[in-house]
C-alpha cells in the first residue's frame, strides 16, 4: 500500500465521518477545566474496548516489525524489536477518551516512554511538532511539547497482554492527554519536523490538537 492509498471500501465510512465534523454535531457541553468530573463532556463510559481504523488491520509480526525515527533530529534510528525491547521500559495508567464519546478508565499499559525516544533521537532546535506514520498509511500530529508529556508511551502491552493487532500491536502510540485519534496504532515511523503537518483526520476536519476536556472535536 502506498502512503496515499486508503482502502477503497471505507470511503464512505470516511465521508461521513468528514460531514459529521463539518457538522460538529457532537459538540454538546461546556469546559470543565478544572476536570471537576473524571468524564469529559459529552462522553460516556464504556467497560469494553472498541475499535476504529480505516478497515485494514497490518499484520506485522515481531520479527519483521521495524520502527524508524527520524526527520529533524540529531540521531536518526531504525529499531527492531530486540533494540526497541532493551529501551528501559515503563508502566503506566491512563483514562482514554474517543471522539466518537466513549471513554475508558484506569487503562495499565507498559512501553517506552517519550522521553526515552528522545533522549535517544535528540531533537534538533528547530524540531517543534511529530508526525506519526503507520503501517495502515494512517498518520497524525502533535506538537513537540505534547509527545513529551510524562504520560506518553509507545506501548506493546496493555492490561498485562500483549496489545492486540486489531487494537495496533504489536506498537501503539498512547496520548492520554487528547482524543485518541492522536494516538496512532502500529506505528511505523516517528518523524520530527520543524513545521506542522496535519494528519489523515485533521485534514478531513479534525481538530488539529484534541483537548477532551475542552471538546476539541473538529476544527
Ligand atoms: N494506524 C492507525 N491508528 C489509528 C487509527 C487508524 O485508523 N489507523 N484510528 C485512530 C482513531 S480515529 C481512533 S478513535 C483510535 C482507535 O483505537 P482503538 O481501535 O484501539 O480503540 O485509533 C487511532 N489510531
Ligand atoms: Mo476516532
Redesign the pocket.
Known amino acids: 500500500m502506498s502512503d496515499e492509498e486508503t482502502p477503497a471500501f471505507k470511503d464512505k465510512l470516511i465521508a461521513s465521518k468528514e460531514r459529521w465534523a463539518r457538522e460538529g454535531r457532537l459538540l454538546t457541553g461546556s469546559p470543565d477545566l478544572q476536570h471537576a468530573n473524571r468524564l469529559p463532556p459529552g462522553q460516556r463510559e464504556v467497560k469494553n474496548?472498541?475499535?476504529?481504523?480505516?478497515g485494514a488491520q497490518p499484520n506485522i509480526p515481531r520479527d519483521q516489525w521495524r520502527l524508524f525515527i527520524n526527520g529533524a533530529v540529531e540521531n536518526a534510528v531504525r529499531l527492531d524489536w530486540a533494540a526497541f525491547e532493551a529501551l528501559p521500559q515503563v508502566e503506566t495508567v491512563s483514562d482514554?477518551h474517543?471522539?466518537?464519546q466513549w471513554s475508558r478508565y484506569d487503562n495499565h499499559w507498559k512501553g517506552v516512554s517519550s522521553r526515552t525516544i528522545l533522549d535517544l533521537v535528540m531533537p534538533k532546535a528547530e524540531a517543534k511538532h511529530v508526525v506519526f506514520h503507520?503501517?495502515?498509511t494512517?498518520t497524525?500530529n502533535v506538537s513537540l511539547e505534547v509527545f513529551a508529556d510524562p504520560d506518553v508511551l509507545l506501548a506493546h502491552t496493555w492490561e498485562g497482554l500483549p496489545i492486540t493487532r486489531?487494537?495496533?500491536g504489536p506498537l501503539?502510540?498512547m496520548i492520554p492527554r487528547w482524543?485518541?485519534?492522536?494516538?496512532?496504532?502500529?506505528?511505523k515511523r516517528i518523524e520530527f519536523v520543524t513545521e506542522d503537518r496535519p494528519g489523515?483526520?485533521e485534514v478531513r476536519g479534525y481538530h488539529n490538537e484534541g483537548d477532551p476536556w475542552l471538546e476539541q472535536r473538529y476544527s
Open positions: 474496548w472498541p475499535v476504529l481504523d480505516l482514554m474517543c471522539v466518537t503507520s503501517y495502515d494512517y497524525t486489531e487494537h495496533g501503539r502510540v482524543y485518541l485519534w492522536k494516538s496512532a496504532k502500529w506505528i489523515f483526520w
